[in-house]
C-alpha cells in the first residue's frame, strides 16, 4: 500500500498557506441515516513513532460489537451514546511527528435500557476516500483530518478539525460530508465551538496564519443559522485553539508562539516559542458588536484547553489548563520535568485590564471537563486526566493518565478516581440525570484502555462518591487508543 508522506511540518505550513489563500453535557439528536457500507480495514503495520506505540497505536479495522458484557449496573435512565474522536492513520505515514496528523476515528458505545454496543468509523474525508483509492492527492495542500473532536448541535453531529470545515456524521457514524452552515462559513471552523446553555446558540471562530483578518468570530443560532461574523484586529497572527464564554464575552489567549514563515519556507518547524513577547488576552463583547475588543498583557504561557469561565463581581474568572511553555520538538516527552502543565485559575478585571494567576493544583493535567450546562456560568466541579510523568518518562511515550481528578472549586479540595495497575483512563465527560440540576447528580464516562489485556472500556462513575467504585464497567473486546475529544448524546436510537 502506498504511504502518506503528509508530515506534521507540512501540516502546520499548510495550515499557514491555505489562510493566506482563502483568506456539550446532555444533547438531544435524532438518529440520523446515511447508506450503509461495507466495513473498512487496513493492513497492520508497526511504527517505531512515539505517537504510534503502545497505547496511541491505531487499530486498523472497523468492527460492530453487541450484547457487550457488563460489570455492575447501567443505570435505567442512562441511553444514548458516548462518542470520542482521535486520531487513527489509515496508511503508515513516511514521516509522522504528531497525531494531529492521523485521519479521524470516531468510538461510540450506545447504551438502551441497560444494554450496551460498541462500534467505530473512520470519518471518510476526502483525503481518506483518496488513500483507500490509492490515488495520489490532487489540489489538496490543505488536509482536513476531521480527527479533534465531535459535537452535537441542533440535528447535526459535526467531527471537526481546525483548519478545515466540520464534517457531518450520523448516529451511525457514516460520514454524511462536509457541512459549511448552508455556504455562511469559509474554509475552517475551531474544533472547540462553545454553546450557550441559555441562549442555544453556538459560539465559534477561525484564525489565519498569514493574511488578516487573523480571526473571526461566528455566532450561530440553534436552527444553524450564522447571525454574527465578527473579523477580530490583532497585531500578529496566533495558534488558538480553544475559547471561552462568559455572560457577555468571549475569551481568547493570544499565546507567544510565534510563526515563522521563513522556517517554514525552509522546511523548518514553523512555529517558535517566544516568551518575551507575553501572552495577550482578548475579551471580545458578544452583545455589544461596536464595542472593542479588550486585551490585557499578562506573563508568557501556553493553553491548549479551557474548562470554563464566568462573571463575577465585576470580574471575569477563567479556569484553564496551564503550560509554563511550549516545545513542538517530537523528541521532547517530558511532561512534568521543563514543561508544567496544571489547572489555573485567572482573574481579569476588564476596567483596569488586569489578570491576577492563581494556581488551583500542582499536579500535571489537561483536557479538563464540567457540567456543560454551567458553560459561561458559576460552576462548582470540574474533571481532568492526571498525567502519569514517571510512567511517561520510563516509557518515553506520551497519554498515560492513571486516574481521573474531580475539583470541587466551591470546596477547594478534589477527589481522585485512581485506575488499577496497567489501565489508563482519557478524557471525561459528566452526563445528568435527567431531571435534575445538581452538578454531583449524573454520572461521569470515560474510555479505559487495559495495557494488560489490550482491551479498552467504558467506565461508568458516580460523582458524589467519586473515589468509589464504577457504577458499571461496559467492557470492550477490542482496544480504543489514546485520542481527544468526545460528547455524550442523549438520543433516539
Not at 470545515?165 to 474554509?187: A, C, H, N, R, V
Not at 503550560?323 to 516527552?333: E, G, M, R, S, Y
Not at 511517561?392 to 497519554?399: C, D, E, R, S, V
Request: glycine residues 6%; negative net charge.
Amino acid at each position: 500500500m502506498k504511504r502518506s508522506n503528509f508530515s506534521r511540518r507540512d501540516f502546520l505550513k499548510a495550515a499557514a498557506f491555505a489562510s493566506f489563500l482563502s483568506t456539550v453535557g446532555g444533547h438531544s439528536l435524532l438518529a440520523l441515516s446515511a447508506p450503509s457500507r461495507k466495513l473498512i480495514s487496513t493492513q497492520e503495520w508497526l511504527s517505531d513513532n512515539i505517537f504510534l506505540q503502545g497505547i496511541n497505536a491505531p487499530v486498523f479495522q472497523e468492527v460492530d460489537v453487541d450484547h457487550l458484557k457488563i460489570t455492575g449496573e447501567i443505570p435505567a435512565d442512562l441511553n444514548g451514546m458516548y462518542m470520542r474522536n482521535g486520531p487513527n492513520p489509515y496508511l503508515k505515514p513516511a514521516n509522522y511527528q504528531y497525531p494531529l496528523e492521523g485521519d479521524g476515528m470516531i468510538h461510540a458505545v450506545y447504551l438502551k435500557e441497560g444494554k450496551a454496543s460498541y462500534r467505530n468509523r473512520w470519518i471518510l474525508t476526502k483525503s481518506l476516500q483518496q488513500d483507500m483509492e490509492g490515488k495520489e492527492r490532487q489540489n489538496m495542500p490543505l488536509v482536513n483530518y476531521a480527527n479533534t473532536n465531535i459535537v452535537p448541535y441542533g440535528d447535526h453531529l459535526l467531527a471537526l478539525y481546525e483548519v478545515g470545515l466540520p464534517y457531518q456524521i450520523s448516529s451511525e457514524l457514516e460520514t454524511l460530508g462536509e457541512w459549511d452552515f448552508d455556504g455562511e462559513l469559509e474554509e475552517a471552523m475551531t474544533a472547540h465551538p462553545k454553546v450557550d446553555p441559555i441562549t442555544g446558540e453556538l459560539h465559534f471562530y477561525r484564525y489565519s496564519l498569514l493574511a488578516a483578518p487573523y480571526l473571526v468570530y461566528y455566532v450561530a443560532d440553534k436552527q444553524g443559522k450564522i447571525i454574527r461574523k465578527t473579523p477580530i484586529e490583532m497585531e500578529s497572527p496566533a495558534l488558538i485553539h480553544d475559547t471561552a464564554i462568559t455572560e457577555n464575552y468571549i475569551i481568547f489567549f493570544h499565546c507567544p508562539l510565534v510563526f515563522n514563515v521563513f522556517q517554514a519556507l525552509g522546511g523548518g518547524l514553523p512555529f517558535e516559542w517566544k516568551p518575551e513577547y507575553g501572552t495577550k488576552i482578548g475579551l471580545i463583547h458578544r452583545k455589544n458588536i461596536d464595542q472593542k475588543p479588550i486585551w490585557i498583557e499578562t506573563e508568557p504561557l501556553w493553553m491548549w484547553h479551557f474548562m470554563n469561565a464566568y462573571e463575577q463581581e465585576g470580574e471575569v474568572v477563567v479556569d484553564f489548563a496551564y503550560h509554563n511553555q511550549l516545545k513542538l520538538d517530537p523528541a521532547t516527552v517530558n511532561y512534568g520535568q521543563e514543561i508544567k502543565s496544571h489547572l489555573q485559575r485567572l482573574i481579569i478585571n476588564p476596567e483596569q485590564k488586569t489578570a491576577k494567576h492563581e494556581p488551583l493544583d500542582d499536579r500535571v493535567v489537561d483536557f479538563p471537563t464540567f457540567d456543560s450546562r454551567k458553560t459561561g456560568q458559576p460552576y462548582r466541579f470540574g474533571y481532568t486526566p492526571h498525567i502519569d510523568v514517571e510512567l511517561i518518562a520510563k516509557n518515553k511515550i506520551p497519554n498515560y493518565f492513571s486516574e481521573l481528578i474531580q475539583y470541587d472549586l466551591e470546596r477547594k479540595v478534589s477527589h481522585v478516581h485512581r485506575f488499577k495497575p496497567g489501565r489508563y483512563c482519557g478524557e471525561a465527560s459528566f452526563i445528568p440525570k435527567q431531571g435534575q440540576e445538581g452538578e454531583d447528580q449524573g454520572y461521569v464516562v470515560t474510555f479505559v484502555f487495559d495495557e494488560n489485556t489490550a482491551t479498552s472500556s467504558l467506565v461508568i462513575l458516580d460523582p458524589a462518591n467519586f473515589a468509589s467504585e464504577p457504577v458499571a464497567e461496559i467492557h470492550l473486546p477490542v482496544r480504543v487508543p489514546s485520542g481527544f475529544h468526545g460528547n455524550w448524546i442523549s438520543s433516539v436510537i
